[in-house]
């Protein structure tokens, strides 16, 4: 296995470059919502066949990612993934790593630019232990285009979601493809659960854990239950269905039991929500794990001034808007629950992102969201389902 040098003073000097002679196999389970998903091997290798996996794609209140997710299951030399300073060594066949490519999006950064940003800015935010572990390898541009060539496959058959339609791998040199320039990928630490044990994996945002400093002073509702209530009204004016109830983050970081049970009895959903012995472990868990703290308290250090009045090229409040949409990874198990955070994506402001902040925020206000006073015949007028969040 050859190497690269990687620029930037954080990042690991050796950048392993993926053997060119894997091949891709489609994993064949599928639920709903879930995420494209693929194994790599070397044709004479007999890879390792993992536990089918359940993985739920981020919900419509947040963009689409700007990668893809792949098994990666192939012989060869070892790769290190390292989160915050932390190493994990995985197996020499790399059964529990995962390779992560970028998407063409024209708001992705680089995974050059991405991994020197995570490395140099958000690994020192948090101590070891609390991210996922993830490292730097060079792809090569073979793999992609294959990869490629099965997600078109996949349109063709009919089987890829209609919401990914047209939506292909950066670094195919191919002219006929979306041309965007990658050669980089991640590996990261897997955070598959084995369902043959009874484990299951979690996944979501818990997004601003602190209130926009540019609500109003009489507000009723924090920003994200401001935002998901806006959006179930334009839903319904586009005569689509939706969910007004969710996670209120504030729940999670009240430090009161109850209410951080009504937290994760959102994120378990039915019927797992059901069972109160397994709501009582995760909120547990959750109450005590470090990374929601520390979310919150990076959240208000970083961004005081909010949306409205901040510098939105400043490295501190991109940090902040990086945090407010990264990902929990909880994997259950019978006897354990492992919280992990990840998809720490650069956020710029660039390519119109940085207009539409602005534009919500100014929306949730004028609009009154905010203050739950908005004008329309929702569910959440009758007597006593009014959403009111607490600090």
């Not at 053997?19 to 998903?37: H, M, N």
């Not at 999670?252 to 049970?261: E, I, M, P, Q």
């Amino acid at each position: 296995m050859s190497t690269v040098p990687a620029t930037g003073p954080h990042a690991e000097p050796p950048v392993p470059v993926l053997p060119d002679g894997l091949t891709l196999k489609k994993l064949t389970r599928t639920i709903a919502r879930i995420k494209v998903i693929w194994r790599i091997s070397l044709p004479q290798a007999h890879p390792h066949t993992p536990p089918q996996t359940d993985l739920s794609e981020y919900t419509n209140s947040t963009p689409p990612p700007s990668e893809i997710d792949l098994l990666a299951t192939t012989s060869g030399e070892n790769g290190v993934a390292k989160a915050n300073g932390v190493n994990f060594q995985p197996p020499t066949d790399y059964s529990h790593v995962l390779l992560r490519l970028r998407k063409c999006l024209p708001s992705s950064e680089s995974n050059l630019l991405a991994y020197e940003y995570l490395s140099s800015v958000i690994m020192p935010l948090f101590p070891p232990g609390v991210m996922v572990g993830q490292t730097l390898v060079q792809v090569p541009s073979k793999l992609i285009s294959r990869a490629n060539d099965t997600l078109h496959d996949l349109e063709e058959s009919g089987v890829r979601p209609s919401h990914r339609l047209n939506l292909y791998l950066a670094g195919d040199p191919r002219p006929s493809e979306q041309h965007m320039e990658e050669h980089y990928a991640f590996l990261l630490e897997d955070m598959t659960p084995d369902t043959s044990r009874g484990e299951f994996l979690l996944e979501f945002k818990a997004k601003w854990l602190v209130q926009s400093p540019n609500a109003p002073v009489e507000w009723k509702r924090c920003r994200n239950c401001a935002l998901r209530l806006r959006k179930y009204a334009k839903s319904l004016k586009k005569g689509k269905s939706a969910d007004w109830r969710g996670l209120c983050p504030f729940d999670l970081v009240s430090g009161d039991t109850k209410r951080a049970c009504n937290g994760v009895k959102r994120i378990l959903g039915y019927p797992r929500s059901e069972d109160e012995k397994l709501v009582e472990r995760v909120t547990q868990a959750l109450m005590s794990c470090s990374q929601l703290s520390i979310l919150k308290e990076l959240q208000a250090h970083l961004d005081p001034l909010g949306i409205l009045k901040a510098n939105h090229k400043s490295k501190e409040f991109l940090t902040a808007m990086t945090l407010r949409d990264c990902t929990f990874f909880v994997k259950v198990s019978p006897t354990d629950v492992q919280a992990r955070l990840g998809d720490f994506d650069v956020k710029s402001g660039e390519g119109g992102k940085s207009d539409y902040w602005v534009r919500v925020e100014n929306e949730l206000i004028s609009e009154g969201w905010y203050n739950g006073t908005e004008e329309g015949d929702f569910p959440w007028k009758a007597d006593g389902l009014e959403v009111v969040c607490r600090v």
